[in-house]
């Protein structure tokens, strides 16, 4: 099975701050990756797929990068709607793994 | 108006059996594989279960296998999970979400609200 290592668990930040997240896979999942963000006590809400393709509607300051075992979700310009969960989940095989979360919480 | 509506969870005593449903609208069904997901409560989420469009193939994750059964009818635009023998750990909110292919890969990209399942004895 494919284990995906997020990190970090949680951080603090401010609005207006920048904020990168990591998930790195076990073994090579080329671009098989999404990214998925959680509001308390709402269904997740897909962010990224393929690993740098953007979901429509969502806001451009989220952006998805790399390939094979590394990635990373970008925040820019950090915004108080932003303050949530976010996953990530390999689509590259069977069973699907997802990361352990990471808490984006306010400073 | 493109939606998936889950039912059918509840409080069941360990041991005992459920079956979820996950009811959608609003595309066409048919065309797409489907995947329950599940969150226990404080926890983060884990795939549970996938099936095909024509539900030629079925997925479980390994802790789950022989105890969980999936199934969809596609004239009634509707997925299933079989929860047998649960546990107190099968206690969560289930997910269900659509795979859909794009960019030469899959992801989910729509979900239902979620259906609770509480196992207590």
């Known amino acids: 099975d494919i284990q995906m290592t997020q990190s970090p668990s949680s951080l603090s930040a401010s609005v207006g701050d920048r904020v990168t997240i990591t998930c790195r896979a076990s073994q090579d999942i080329r671009n098989d990756l999404g990214w998925y963000q959680q509001q308390p006590g709402k269904a997740p809400k897909r962010l990224i797929y393929g690993a740098s393709s953007l979901q429509s509607g969502v806001p451009s300051r989220f952006s998805g990068s790399g390939s094979g075992t590394e990635f990373t979700l970008t925040i820019s310009d950090l915004q108080p709607e932003d303050f949530a969960t976010y996953y990530c989940?390999?689509?590259?095989?069977?069973?699907?793994?997802f990361g352990q979360g990471t808490k984006v919480e306010i400073k | 108006e493109v939606q998936l509506e889950e039912s059918g969870g509840g409080w069941v005593q360990p041991g005992g059996s459920l079956r979820l449903s996950c009811v959608v609208s609003?595309?066409?069904?048919?065309?797409?594989?489907m995947t329950w997901v599940r969150q226990a409560p404080g926890k983060g989420l884990e795939w549970v279960s996938s099936?095909?469009?024509?539900?030629?193939?079925?997925y479980f994750a390994d802790s789950l296998k022989g105890r969980f059964t999936v199934s969809r009818d596609n004239a009634k635009n509707s997925l299933y999970l079989q929860l047998n023998s649960v546990r107190d750990d099968d206690t969560a909110m289930y997910f269900c979400?659509?795979?859909?292919?794009?960019?030469?890969?899959?992801?989910?990209?729509?979900w239902g609200q979620g259906v609770r399942v509480i196992v207590s004895s």
């Open positions: 979400a659509r795979e859909r292919y794009e960019a030469l890969t899959s992801s989910f990209d729509l």
């Open positions: 099936i095909s469009s024509t539900s030629t193939y079925t």
């Open positions: 989940l390999q689509h590259n095989s069977y069973p699907r793994t």
């Open positions: 609003g595309f066409s069904f048919t065309n797409f594989a």
